[in-house]
């Protein structure tokens, strides 16, 4: 298939200004609910940044342009003392939370500390203890901070366990078992886990995040169901034509990760404009006659390419396939346009 793409002119596949036009709405949608935090009392320095343990405590951050990838949370309540609400989100080219403290006690909280479960993606922040930037956050007050988020090893979740097949929408091996009833759900799952071939289909079982937000009022337990992976993938990655098809004809296609939706009602111009704004950059698109849309994409993890192949056929059925040189990188970019396209 990327053979018939080796000759390609980008400029013929630019978009035209109403798409361009759509984007910067959506951005700014997304953006809407998130607003930029005060200035500053002072710069970071290097004994500020956090090596691993991150017993560090935290500058209030300067101005910042903070795109949310989701809306605020609902609130979390400590009763007559505290109400918390969080967001997901980007700024300064790096991954973001950020907070919304509101006091309704009638002391001030002159202290705030963050932790992160352990989690899927083994995401934390850069630092735990979180300078205030007016150094409290008075009786009645509500205050905005926004706290860099890091990525460790160590402090990702030990394994990927199977995920449950689904009727609606399946691997592409294993699509005659896609339409069992519930009552085969198990037996599925079973031979699943069996199944060799089905192996590079494992997600991830759970992208809850737990935080624990502790203040001298008190503290708050969150669990973020809805953590969105694109805040992690680098702003606008780049890649030719020839690079592209380089890389992926470099990875043997068994060590491609794919997704089939076999019904799907988005439009090809929602798809890219929900990859677009989610750091997914549509590469080269193909319109084959009676077949349908094709686009190639890359985007880019940890400083890490992932290439993808989106299909859109005339009769709905939406196709994914995603390559790496890391399967595990592969397997949370092809959750993350799950995420974005079910």
Not at 235 to 251: L, R
Request: hydrophobic fraction near 35%; include cysteine; glycine fraction near 4%.
């Amino acid at each position: 298939m990327l053979n018939s793409i080796s000759v390609m002119n980008l400029d013929e596949h630019k978009q035209d200004a109403g798409d361009s036009s759509a984007v910067a709405n959506m951005q700014l949608a997304m953006q809407a609910s998130a607003l930029p935090n005060k200035p500053s009392e002072g710069a970071k320095t290097d004994k500020d940044k956090d090596s691993g343990g991150n017993s560090l405590r935290s500058q209030a951050t300067t101005e910042i342009a903070f795109t949310a990838f989701c809306g605020w949370s609902e609130s979390s309540h400590l009763e007559k003392k505290l109400k918390v609400q969080i967001c997901w989100g980007r700024a300064n080219h790096e991954p973001m939370l950020k907070l919304k403290i509101e006091n309704i006690a009638p002391i001030p909280i002159r202290r705030v500390e963050v932790q992160i479960d352990k989690n899927f993606v083994g995401i934390l922040p850069r630092w735990n203890s979180i300078r205030l930037p007016q150094d409290i956050i008075p009786a009645n007050g509500t205050e905005e901070v926004t706290i860099p988020l890091i990525c460790k090893q160590h402090h990702k979740l030990a394994s990927l366990p199977k995920k449950t097949k689904s009727s609606n929408n399946v691997n592409s091996e294993s699509k005659s078992n896609g339409n069992n009833n519930n009552n085969n759900n198990n037996n599925n799952n079973n031979n699943s886990n069996n199944n060799n071939s089905d192996s590079t289909y494992d997600l991830f079982h759970s992208q809850a995040m737990t935080l624990t937000i502790a203040t001298n009022l008190g503290q708050i337990s969150i669990n973020s169901e809805s953590f969105p992976i694109p805040i992690l993938f680098t702003d606008n990655p780049q890649i030719g034509s020839s690079e592209f098809i380089e890389k992926w004809t470099a990875v043997p296609e068994k060590d491609s990760v794919q997704y089939i939706w076999e019904g799907t009602t988005h439009k090809w111009n929602d798809i890219r404009l929900r990859l677009q704004v989610n750091n997914i950059i549509c590469v080269h698109q193909r319109n084959v006659d009676r077949k349908g849309t094709i686009v190639y994409c890359v985007c880019s993890v940890f400083d890490a390419q992932v290439l993808s192949e989106v299909s859109l056929a005339t009769n709905g059925k939406l196709n994914v396939v995603v390559k790496s040189k890391d399967m595990w990188k592969s397997k949370l970019v092809l959750q993350a346009l799950r995420n974005l396209l079910d």
